[in-house]
């Protein structure tokens, strides 16, 4: 079962930060396969990694040229990152990211990203808005998409093959055995998310949940 530190180690660590990312690589108590991250699009189609639209008391990610976040801080003072300063960190490990917002300058420049990474394989994308991720199989028959679900359809793979995706992250609450199931036998893997207790990861692995996601990934290991 894959452990992915979400928005890094971020129980440790601000994040989306470089820190939040490095700890993941590079602090051996974590041993994380892999890091989920969210990205926006700038007015001038870079990718940044930053969960909210907007950046407090400076606005609109997508009002903002990429030279105009550089200039700009976290909360543990140091800078925004772009998706390629964070993947020169995690290439060594598995990227998981969250497309927030994808228009056409974003999309190109994302599959872009993918195509020049060392390690395409390694780099996933997910989204609640599963209109980005049909748009990107469209575009590209072999990156792996993930489908974002906080609810229980009466059929929840459908909207995930609909979309074109092969995984399924759900929401950990409303994750039960005849989900894993119904998606092993249709061919697609479920991750949960966001799971921070030892109790709760042990009776995913159970199940049967190809990964789970969380702040403390220490507390997520040797579960299966």
Known sequence: MLVIGHRGASGHALENSLRAFELCVSDPTLRCDGVELDVHTTADGELVVHHDAEIPGQGPIDAMTMGELRALSLADGS?????????????????????????????????????GHRFPAR???????????????DRSATLSLGAL?????????GPVLAAGANTL??????????LVDDCRARGVRVIA???????????LAA???????GNWPERLQDVS
């Open 123 to 137: 780099l996933h994308v997910h989204a609640f808005d599963h209109r980005i991720l049909r748009r990107l199989r």
């Open 79 to 115: 800078p925004i990152p772009s998706l390629a300063d964070a993947l020169a960190i995690l290439e060594p490990i598995e990227v998981f990211i969250e497309a927030k917002g994808l228009p056409a300058a974003g999309m190109s420049s994302l599959l872009a990203i993918v195509a």
């Open 149 to 157: 679900s906080s609810s229980y359809p009466l059929d929840p793979v």
């Open 207 to 213: 199940m049967g949940v190809a990964g789970v996601c």
């Open 169 to 178: 992250w759900q929401e950990w609450h409303l994750i039960d055995q005849p």
């Open 193 to 203: 998310w966001t799971v921070n207790d030892r109790a709760v990861a042990t009776r």
